[in-house]
C-alpha cells in the first residue's frame, strides 16, 4: 500500500489550496481514506475521512466548513481543499488508508506514506 500526498507549499492566511494524494498498491474504491495532519510539536490528528464510494464523508469537528474531502476512484485520486487558511493549519498533512470508517484515530493508520507540508503565513 502506498500514498502520497502533493499540493502543500506557503500559502497567506486566507488563501486557499487543493491537496492531492496519489494511491497503489490495494483495491481503492473499496476503502475508506482519510486526511491527518501534524503540526509542529503536536501530535498528528485526524482532519477527514471519506468512505469508498466516495458517498459520504465527515470532518473533525473543529474543522468543519473550511475543508473539503474528495475522490476520484477512477484516477484513484485523493483530494482535499482547504479554504481561509489560518497560521494554526500549518502542518504536514498525511493521506492515509482507515480500516474502520467510523474510527478516525491516527494510531489505527498502519501504513503512512510522505506527507505533504503546508505553511500558513499570517
Known amino acids: 500500500v502506498q ?6 507549499g506557503l500559502v497567506q492566511s486566507g488563501g486557499s489550496l487543493r491537496l492531492s494524494c496519489t494511491v497503489s498498491g490495494f483495491t481503492y474504491d473499496d476503502y475508506t481514506i482519510g486526511w491527518f495532519r501534524q ?47 489560518k497560521p494554526e493549519d500549518t502542518a504536514i498533512y498525511y493521506c492515509a488508508f482507515l480500516p474502520d470508517y467510523n474510527d478516525n484515530r491516527p494510531s489505527t493508520v498502519v501504513s503512512w506514506g510522505q506527507g505533504t507540508l503546508v505553511t500558513v503565513s499570517s
Open 3 to 8: 500514498l502520497q500526498a502533493s499540493g502543500g
Open 39 to 85: 503540526a509542529p510539536g503536536k501530535e498528528r490528528e485526524f482532519v477527514a475521512a471519506i468512505r469508498g464510494s466516495g458517498s459520504t464523508s465527515y470532518y473533525a469537528d473543529s474543522l468543519q466548513g473550511r475543508f473539503t474531502i474528495s475522490r476520484d476512484n477512477t484516477k484513484k485520486m485523493l483530494y482535499l481543499e482547504i479554504h481561509s487558511l
